[in-house]
């Protein structure tokens, strides 16, 4: 298994590599990047693995997301550091520790228990103290701590849930992934307009796990 110091020099690499060499420029994300060991939230058996330009497996069927697809979602979100960000779909809680060094407080929901219960213990191993995640159905968000500025989405739905959009700020942002299978899914941004209304625009392909109802405990 590689040192610390080489996983640091693959880190710095899929930053220049990966994010800068293909179009993020937002410094809070790449600081983010650069700050958060993504050796840390795969299996041990995949940490050689943890800096490779693709998804990794984290169990259960689900996976860790290739790290310019989440640069690009958290670059899109436009990220203030005064917002409270909430992310749906977890999983190992990556993206939740991306977001602890950009945003005020970030908050999280997974549906599988094993993989929250595990995520939750490695935040707090890495003494992350502005996020928080909670094992429950994603579709229903987080309303004890609601509006958000932004909501992340890191599962694929069909349809926009109404339940997140209630619970997104006015003037907030949400991305999502919307399609009926993961081979056949767009990124979608939601703008919570002024006025009430919503605007919706369609974006780049991508595919991500399916997000579904209801809670797993194994």
Known sequence: MPSESIFEQQRQTMVIEQLRGRGIRQKAILNAFLQVPREEFVPL?????AYEDRALPIGHRQTISQPF???????????????RVLEIG???????????????????VERIEVLAT??????????LANVKIKFGDGNDGWIEYQPFEKI???????????????????GGRMILPIGDEPRNQ?????????????????LG??????????????
Do not use: C
Request: glycine letters at 8%.
């Open 90 to 108: 977890s999983g190992s809680g990556y993206v939740l520790a991306l977001l602890s060094h950009i945003v005020r407080e970030a908050f999280g």
């Open 69 to 83: 697809v989440v640069a690009w979602m958290l670059a899109l979100l436009n990220l203030k550091p005064t917002d």
């Open 186 to 202: 767009k990124l979608v941004q939601v703008d919570h307009l002024q006025d009430g209304s919503y605007k919706v625009k369609r």
């Open 118 to 127: 595990a995520a939750q213990e490695r935040l707090a191993r890495l003494e």
């Open 152 to 170: 992340l989405v890191s599962a694929g739905g069909q349809e926009i849930p109404e339940r997140l959009k209630s619970q997104l700020a006015v």
């Open 45 to 49: 058996e995949l940490r050689d693995h």
């Open 205 to 218: 392909r991508v595919s991500f796990v399916p997000l579904l109802s209801g809670t797993r405990q194994t």
